[in-house]
């Protein structure tokens, strides 16, 4: 029998952070999250959605003319059956990538998917609720993400990298928090101190706002 899953939106755009940035993407927005972090943008998919099958959820992929899907929330791998579901998207021939916290366990998720997956930043009051058993699972495929809002968010966040060799294991990502920490200073902090780090921004922030579904 298929399983079900809460989805709060499917929808098509263009990747808006991550080495994909600006390729057209369809977005699966699983519901639910245990985290309550302070940035959050998404807060929308807490709760609610709809029930759909693996199947069901598939058939409105096709829709779309694009080979790459993301999976994000909320927190994804707080359903169950968001890893088979994944790897029916594998198996249908899409490139599939995860958008997780962090907090839960990624050692089941199919080494063909691509996980972006966050350390929480002390700004974001969910630091403690960081799986540091995760790091061993990322590839270099992967991506680790810090979205820094403030000076110890960026120290903390620099002395990660030296304490778990994140750059010599996966992409990492530096991304300011919108309204809060200006992208510039975040850009100049990581030149002055000769990061190896990617910089990013929410490309679709700046294109749509926060528009739901975009």
Known sequence: MDQLLRITEIFYSLQ???????????????????????????????????????????????????????????????????????????DAGYQVSLETSGALDVAGVDRRVVKVMDLKTPSSGEMQRNCYENIQYLTDRDQVKFVIADDADYQWSKQ????????????????????????????????????????QIQLHKYLWNDARGK
């Open 160 to 199: 990660q990298l030296e304490e778990h060799y994140l750059p010599g294991r996966c992409e990492v990502l530096f991304s300011p928090v919108m309204g809060t920490m200006s992208p510039a200073e975040l850009a100049e902090r990581i030149l002055a101190d000769q990061l190896p780090v990617r910089f």
């Open 16 to 90: 808006g952070e991550t080495n994909t940035v600006g390729i057209p993407t369809v977005f699966i927005r699983l519901t639910g999250c245990p985290l309550r972090c302070s940035y959050c943008d998404t807060a929308y998919a807490f709760s609610g959605g709809d029930k759909l099958s693996h199947l069901q959820i598939i058939e409105q992929v096709q829709r779309y003319n694009t080979r790459h899907v993301t999976v994000t929330g909320g927190e994804p791998l707080a359903q169950p059956s968001c890893n088979a579901l994944m790897v029916s998207l594998l």
